[in-house]
Each structure stands twice: as C-alpha cells, then as structure tokens.
C-alpha cells in the first residue's frame, strides 16, 4: 500500500469520501433515471456511511458486542424506516419531472 493508505482511518475515510461523491453523482441523475431508485441508493449510501462512522470513527468495533449489537439494529431499524416512509411520500412526487428544483 503507499504510504498514505497504511492507516486504517485515512482508507476508511477515502471510502466515506468515494461514496459521498457516488451518492451526489446518483442525485443528480448521472447513473438512475428514476429519481426514487436514486433516492433510495442515496439512502442506503448515507447509513453505509453511518456504520463506518459509528464503528471505525466512534470506536463501537472495539465495544461489547451487546453495544455493537445495539448500534446494529438501530442503524438497520432507522434506515428502514426512512427508506420506507420516502417511497410511500414520494408515490406522487414520482410523476413529477426530474429534478424536482425549478431551474436546475
């Protein structure tokens, strides 16, 4: 590995950054034309990118594993239920034109 990459953290967060670019790319229509696949890609991204903020950043992979195992629910419940309530609220915005903004 170069030099740079020989930290766990330093790669950990060339990841979060390549997924951050990945999720702006899909909302912007580069890779889904459907805009509520696009939405929830960009979801499950975001909590990808919570777990490894929660495990790698926030120390929980070196916790007892009942709070490693609580950490996973809660991300595991959240991100369902997000990506749940917006497809059931964006059923009508899907007819909508892509992008929702004016003028963009």
């Known amino acids: 590995m170069p030099f740079y990459i020989k930290n766990r953290i330093t790669l950990v967060w060339l990841l979060l950054v390549g ?4 999720s702006w790319g899909l909302g ?4 889904l034309p459907d805009p509520r ?15 490894f ?14 709070l490693r195992n609580v950490v996973r629910a809660w ?3 959240v ?3 997000v990506i749940v309530i917006y497809w059931l609220g964006s059923a009508q915005g899907s007819a909508a034109h892509w992008p929702h903004i004016p003028g963009l």
């Open 19 to 22: 997924a951050t670019l990945f």
């Open 28 to 31: 912007h229509g580069v890779a």
């Open 37 to 51: 696949q696009a939405g929830v890609v960009i979801l499950i991204v975001a909590f990808v990118k919570v777990w």
């Open 53 to 66: 903020v929660f495990f790698e950043f926030m120390e929980v992979r070196h916790a007892p594993s009942s």
């Open 75 to 77: 991300i595991g419940i």
């Open 79 to 81: 991100c369902t239920t």
